[in-house]
């Protein structure tokens, strides 16, 4: 398995930072190569998020993904199915707990998650503060999308490829 550290993802962030003109190509290149993990990042589905949080799941998907190209330029084609089995399987485990605080809820999603560093950087983004202007609906909304897009990108073909 291919880990995604921390460093690889500061750096996706860094240069799309750096280079905004970056982010219209990555957009480009995320749409031609998983048209449905782009159609699930920007569904229907997620008409109740607001422009920001819609705009911020974008923005958060694409630096998943071009982190986890960096190390792996293969990521196979993701079919809607995978994505709704991935999706059904995380909101279920975020039904189930009982924590209140979003950190705490987040806890269950950490255990033996091959790809912790993906993970606690969706958490650490996600995380409230007085100055997100990320709903308490859409940050668990956010984080079940982008841990979806995780687990079809990096952890489902690593297993398979190992």
Known sequence: MTFITEEIIEG???????HPERYGQLV????????????????????????????????LGLVIWEAVRQKNPKIALVKAEQIGKAEDTNWQK?????ARTFRERMDVFFVDYPQ?????????VLTPDEESPITKEGREALFVALKTLIDVIAVEQSQKTS
Do not use: W
């Open 28 to 59: 480009e290149e995320f749409q031609a190569s998983q048209p449905e993990l782009m159609a699930f990042l920007v569904s229907d589905d997620t008409s109740f998020l607001t422009v920001h949080e819609r705009d911020y799941l974008l923005y």
């Open 94 to 98: 975020l039904e189930a707990v009982k």
């Open 12 to 18: 996706v962030g860094d240069t799309l930072g750096l």
């Open 116 to 124: 912790e560093d993906l993970l606690a950087f969706v958490e650490d």
